[in-house]
């Protein structure tokens, strides 16, 4: 697994803990605000994440098997095998599955089981770990760009979140690219925490509002006082 330094911690940004939590997830493509579907002038040079790098979910519906997530996620099939080996065949609605790859290098599969509150993450190598959680919450993460959103993210969520977070915006056509440094963000996501409150992860991504101050605002999802 590669390693990454960690980024700075952007010191402008905050963490909310939500009033209120959605009944359930968002589909993982949604639409932007209702005219502004214009890119924004880039106003000070913007810090892209590398392209090396690529994130694929699956949220389970009804009569899924772990064969359409993986099928999905371009895995070659001789490495099904193993993979299901490892984290079982039995799925409900709502849990998730997560592949995250590397130079186009499968690079770990994140499964997150929501009725038993449990994860379990398999390796490129093929090893497997598994944490048991206690409780989850939705929190509203907010911040403001200074060099690019990835690199806010990365700091106070985790390097592999904040690739989720982008991958869901790219989907719905928000410019990443040309975000102008001071856009500030609201990201409402599911943070699940273990038994003696420490955070192992974060699960659903509820919606994200992001504002360009001077070029308009994008809305995916579901964010409090704000429609998309």
């Known amino acids: 697994v590669a390693v990454t330094d960690r980024l700075p911690v952007v010191t402008s940004a905050s963490v909310l803990l939500a009033d209120t939590e959605p009944e359930a997830a968002l ?3 949604a639409g932007v605000s209702a005219g502004l579907s214009k890119a924004a002038t880039l106003e000070a040079t913007a810090v892209p994440a590398p392209e090396t790098k690529r994130v694929k979910e699956f949220v389970f519906e009804p009569g899924d098997t772990l064969s359409h997530g993986l099928a999905m996620s371009g895995l070659p099939m001789h490495r099904w095998s193993d993979l299901v080996d490892r984290v079982g065949t039995v799925f409900h609605p709502g849990d ?3 592949f995250y790859f590397e130079n186009d290098e499968f ?7 929501r009725r038993k509150n449990q994860r379990i993450t398999v390796t490129s190598d093929l090893d497997v770990h598994t944490a048991t959680a206690s409780a989850s919450r939705v929190d509203a993460v ?3 760009v200074q060099t690019s959103l990835f690199a806010a993210l ?18 719905a056509e928000v410019p990443l690219k040309t975000l102008p440094k001071g856009s500030t ?3 409402r996501i599911e943070r699940i925490t273990g038994q003696n409150g420490e955070t192992i992860g ?8 992001i504002d360009t101050v001077h070029k308009g605002a994008y809305t995916v999802g579901e964010v409090p006082g704000y429609s998309a």
């Open 27 to 29: 589909p993982l493509h």
């Open 96 to 98: 998730r599955a997560i």
């Open 107 to 113: 690079e770990q599969l994140l499964v997150i089981f």
């Open 142 to 144: 907010k911040g403001s």
């Open 154 to 171: 990365a700091a106070l969520l985790d390097e592999r979140t904040a690739w989720r977070v982008g991958t869901w915006l790219k989907h």
């Open 185 to 187: 963000f609201d990201v």
């Open 202 to 209: 974060f699960g659903a991504i509820r919606g994200v509002r």
